[in-house]
DNA sequence: CTTTTTTGTTGATCCACATCAACGCCCCGA
DNA sequence: TCGGGGCGTTGATGTGGATCAACAAAAAAG
C-alpha cells in the first residue's frame, strides 16, 4: 500500500494522476519508470482541434498549460460546450477506443500524453491513480449538473452572471486574490465560445454585457477586461443560492 | 490480481459494484465478509426523498429496483432534474460529508445501502470496486454530457423526441426486444418530471406530445403507453446524429 | 500604409416557448 | 352520490431570446 505522506508534486506536469504516481518512486518504482519512457509532450495552438468525436484515441493526457474545451455539433452546426479542460485536468476515457466529443484547443495548449493500452494496464495495477481519476471525474460530474441546472432553467442574465463568477472565482484561487474588494479579470475566451457554453447567440451575450455593465453589476475595460465591484451582487444575479460552487 | 473470468451476478442487487466484488469471494472473501455485514436495504415510496442537497450522507447505496431522480431546485422553485438512478446505478460520492443535489424516489425505490466509512476504506485496500465505479462514473459523466447538448441546444420538439428515443432503447435493452419493427412502452414518469427533465414546461411537453402524435411520429393509448411506429424516424426528429447514443 | 478579416455592438423584427386560465378525466374519500 | 384533488389537455396572450441586418473597432494580411 502506497504510504500517506504529503507529496510535492513536480512541476512540469501540474497535480494530474500520473504525476502523483510518477513521484511516489519510494514504492512503485517500476510504474514510475513505466510512465517517464510513454510520457511524451505536445502543444496545440489556439483554435486548434486536439481530437473529433468518433477519433481513434491512442493516448490519454493531461492539461500542462492552456485552456481546452470539450463540444458537441449537431449536424446543422448547432454546438453545445459541454466542459473545460484546465490545467491538470484529464482528458481520455480508459475502456474506450472512440472519442465521445470534439476537443479544440481554447487557447494554446500544452498536453502531457501516455499511450492508452500501458496506461489501461497500469490503472489495473495500481489504485492510487485510479482512486485519483476517480475524483477527478465525479468533481467534472458534479459541476455538469450544475451546468444543466444552468442550461435548462437559467435567464440569459443569469447565465452571464454565472459565468463571470466562475471566472472570477477560477481567477482568485489561481492568484490567491481572496480580498473581499472589488476584484478584476480578462476573458480569455471570445464571445462565440461565451455561447457556445452558456446555450446562447453571441447577440445576446453581448447585449447582457453591457446591461450588467448598464446596472453596475460589472465594469469593463476594452472588450476583455472585466470589473466586479460587489461580488455578493454579482452571485445574486447569477441565481446561485449562497455559495454556487461551481468549478468546472 | 482477480481473475479474468465470466462471473455471474447475484440477483438481489443488480450489478453493482458492491455486488461485484461480493461475488469474487475465491479472491478476496475476508472483503466480501466485511460487506455483508454493513449491507443493509431500505425501501422508499414514490415521491418520496431520499435525501436532500446538504444533508449528511451517512451510506452509498445501490438502487437494486425502481427509479430515482437527481435534482436541483433554485430558490424560487425553477428546478431541473440533473440525472436519473436506475438498478444498478451508484449513489453516493465517496469522499464527500455532504450531498451535492436532491434525491427523490420517482417510483417505489429499494436502495441497497453501505456506511460510508466503511466503504471508503474498503474502496481504498481493492482496486476493483474503484473500477467499475470509475467506469460507472464516466458512463454518467458522457450522459450528462450529452443532456447539456439536448438543453442547451434542441428545440422542445427535439427534447421531446430524445426523451422517448432513449426511453424506448432503455426498455429495448431490458426486455431483449430489439426487434427492428414497431415497439411500445409505458412512460411511468408524469408530465411534471419530463419537463424537469427536459427544462421545459408541462404545457410545452404536453403540446409537443399532441403534435408529434399528429405528426404520425409516435402513437398513444391513453395517457401514458406510447407507440412507436418508426423508430429512425424518432431519432431523425431527435436532432441525433445517427446512432445519439443516450444512455443515463 | 491600405485592405481584408475577425470580433463585438446595436437595432428591428419574429417566433418558440412561457404564462395565465379554463376545463376534462380519473381516482379516492365522505 | 357528490365533491375535491391530482394529472393532463387545450386556448389566448405575452415575452425573452433568436434571427436578420448594419456597422464600428481591432487585428491580421498584403
Chains 1, 2 share one sequence.
Not at 96 to 102: G, S, V
Not at 126 to 147: F, K, N, V
Not at 184 to 203: C, K, V, W
Amino acid at each position: 500500500m502506497a504510504r500517506q505522506q504529503s507529496v510535492q508534486f513536480a512541476k512540469s506536469c501540474g497535480d494530474c494522476p500520473i504525476r502523483h504516481r510518477a513521484v511516489c518512486a519510494n514504492c512503485e518504482a517500476d510504474e514510475l519508470t513505466i510512465l517517464e519512457g510513454l510520457k511524451s509532450y505536445k502543444t496545440f495552438a489556439a483554435g486548434e482541434p486536439i481530437i473529433w468525436a468518433g477519433d481513434h484515441m491512442h493516448h490519454v493526457a493531461s492539461v500542462v498549460t492552456g485552456v481546452a474545451a470539450i463540444s458537441q455539433t449537431m449536424e446543422d452546426g448547432r454546438r453545445q460546450m459541454v466542459g473545460l479542460l484546465l490545467p491538470s485536468d484529464f482528458m481520455g476515457r480508459p475502456g474506450r477506443e472512440a472519442a465521445a466529443f470534439d476537443i479544440t484547443a481554447a487557447t494554446e495548449v500544452v498536453l502531457c500524453r501516455f499511450e492508452r493500452k500501458p496506461f489501461e494496464q497500469l490503472l489495473i495495477n495500481s489504485p492510487t491513480i485510479g482512486h485519483r481519476l476517480l475524483q477527478m471525474t465525479l468533481d467534472e460530474l458534479d459541476a455538469a449538473r450544475e451546468w444543466m441546472l444552468l442550461l435548462g432553467r437559467k435567464t440569459a442574465r443569469e447565465k452571464i452572471s454565472s459565468l463571470l463568477a466562475i471566472i472570477a472565482r477560477r481567477e482568485a484561487v489561481l492568484g490567491q486574490d481572496l480580498t473581499p474588494g472589488p476584484m478584476a479579470f480578462d476573458l480569455h475566451i471570445t464571445r462565440e465560445a461565451m455561447a457556445d457554453y452558456l446555450g446562447l447567440t453571441i447577440e445576446t451575450v453581448s447585449r447582457q454585457l453591457t446591461a450588467l455593465r448598464k446596472d453596475g453589476v460589472i465594469g469593463m475595460e476594452g472588450k476583455r477586461r472585466i470589473l466586479i465591484p460587489d461580488f455578493p451582487r454579482l452571485l445574486d444575479e447569477a441565481g446561485d443560492d449562497a455559495d454556487g460552487g461551481l468549478v468546472d
